[in-house]
């Protein structure tokens, strides 16, 4: 079903500390951000850590976006629980490369590489702001299924939302 989609010329690629200032300055734009269950990278303490929590695979399996060599977002799976073989999916892209279809293409691909390179693997759920029709829209179009609404789970600036609860098997790509 998936596989047959057409792709934009995009690139992902394992996250690198050279991606550091562009995933952090994208990560820290109050459009992004107001999305997020995150707060602001303020020092650059903050900054490496988030990055460095990136590129540990042990903490979760990331990839840069890479749209005509330039960094704009990232992709990554984690909380993976081993028992029952499913883990969060997070991302986020520049808000100048909103609306353009880059987030379904990119998660086209990132689904693939992520269930081709963790067999264990086999659910991919994505919790999304109540409001984040964007990236809602993206999931759906690239294969996700709508499986409910988790009530007052989001908080963003001590604010309740609810979350669009989203998910993809291994079984629903091949």
Known sequence: MLNNQPQLHLNLRN??????????????????????DAQQLIT?????????????ATQCYASTILYTNEVIGVCYLNNFNPTHRFAFITFYLAHTHWGKGIMKHTLLQFVQLAFANLPQLHRIEAQVHE???????????SGFVKEGEARNN????EQS????????????IN
Not at 44 to 56: A, G, P, V
Not at 131 to 141: E, F, I, K, M, P
Not at 154 to 157: A, G, L, P, Q, S
């Open 161 to 172: 939302f609810n979350s669009h609860v989203y998910a993809i098997l291994r079984t629903d």
């Open 15 to 36: 996250v690198t500390l050279a991606d550091m200032q562009a995933l952090c300055a994208i990560r820290n734009t109050p459009n992004v951000l107001q999305y997020l």
């Open 131 to 141: 409001h984040n029709t964007g990236s809602c829209a993206a999931l759906v179009n």
């Open 44 to 56: 650059s303490h903050d900054e490496h850590k988030y990055i460095n929590y990136l590129m540990d």
């Open 154 to 157: 989001f908080f963003v600036k």
